[in-house]
């Protein structure tokens, strides 16, 4: 029996990387790699000011600063599993952080954040100029000018810390709900949370839309076999069939062709001699012509223009009489008989 050696080592090797991926993510130091980029995006390496290309699967280590321009976005990656994912939009000026529970530093500009596996007892934080801002498993906006900063989450809680005058963060958090968002002044206390416009958060919820770039995703406690193309696994085992007690499924029965009935060709005239000897058709006739109209089915009798009964004649009304048509005026009193009546 021949086997694909071929496609046996493709989904071996697969398998390897995930468990691989999944692994070594532990042992491995932290690094943020670029999962896409679209337009003018520079990079500039730690303890470098020369600007370098940027290109997919390319690693930023701490200190690296990224500025994009106009029309142009990164996507950045923060595990080897591509769940916890930032994208820097266009005018935009980030620095890789790394430093504890601040990841990347915005010092102008917005950053989609989407987090989908952050470690039990760990956070993921924005650090802007003014304040900063977190979650621990979230999806949220984070806009800022150097003098403002302002959050607007689309999924999740996210919590807001603001700045002191000497660089440290202030110890109070505020809350941030999903459809809400808050503003903070530089060395301030965060506003009061205000509900998102429905127009802007539908321009949030589509700029975040695709951010997670992830290829193969794996849930917590998820099989990795799962996301392994189904084709490639059913020709694997059919192309090993026998080599390790693997059984095909049976295959269903094909199913069986429907009989055409016969036909019978007739000739047409002695089909219908045949009728004509039975008498149906005769007794039908007879059944007909002796069939009586009901005396609805009579039509009413309808009268010509000329045969029409004459109206009958109006009656005369009798003469008036000659005193109704007289009119009496009313007699009008002198004035001086009306007062008399009056002061009586």
Not at 107 to 114: I, L, P, R
Not at 315 to 326: A, S, T
Request: glycine share 8%; proline share 6%.
């Amino acid at each position: 029996m021949r086997f694909d050696i071929k496609k046996i080592l493709i989904l071996l090797v697969y398998i390897a990387s995930v468990i691989w991926g999944g692994c070594s993510s532990h042992a491995a130091e932290e690094a943020v790699v670029v999962i896409s980029y679209a337009g003018d995006v520079k990079v500039i390496p730690p303890s470098s000011t020369e600007k370098v290309a940027c290109k997919p699967g390319m690693i930023l280590k701490e200190g690296t600063r990224v500025v994009t321009g106009k029309e142009s976005y990164l996507k950045i990656a923060f595990d080897r599993s591509e769940r916890n994912v930032v994208k820097i939009e266009e005018n935009s000026e980030v620095v890789i952080k790394l430093d504890g529970d601040d990841k990347i530093e915005l010092v102008d500009g917005k950053v989609f954040a989407s987090l989908q596996d952050i470690k039990k007892g760990e956070t993921f934080r924005i650090r802007t100029p003014c304040a900063t801002c977190g979650a621990r498993g979230t999806g949220w906006l984070t806009e800022t000018d150097g003098s403002t900063m302002n959050v607007s989450v689309y999924e999740g809680t996210v919590f807001v810390r603001g700045m002191n005058k000497d660089g440290t963060v202030m110890e109070k958090e505020y809350l941030v709900k999903e459809g809400f968002q808050r503003k903070v002044n530089i060395f301030k206390r965060p506003e009061k949370p205000i509900k998102i416009p429905e127009r802007k958060f539908t321009q949030i919820k589509d700029g975040a839309r695709g951010i997670v770039g992830v290829r193969h995703p794996a849930k917590e406690g998820a099989n990795p076999l799962v996301d392994v193309p189904r084709e490639l696994i059913t020709e694997v085992i059919k192309d090993t069939e026998g080599l390790i007690g693997l059984r095909r499924e049976p295959e269903e029965p094909a199913l069986k062709e429907i009989e055409k009935p016969e036909v019978i060709e007739v000739d047409r005239t002695e089909l219908i001699e045949r009728i004509e000897s039975s008498g149906a058709v005769t007794d039908k006739l007879e059944r007909i012509e002796t069939f009586e109209k009901p005396e609805f089915f009579e039509r009413p009798e309808v009268f010509g223009r000329d045969e029409r009964p004459e109206k009958p004649e109006r009656p005369e009304m009798p003469p008036r009489d000659e005193r109704f048509n007289k009119i009496e005026r009313p007699r009008v009193l002198d004035s001086n008989l009306r007062d008399k009546i009056n002061t009586r």
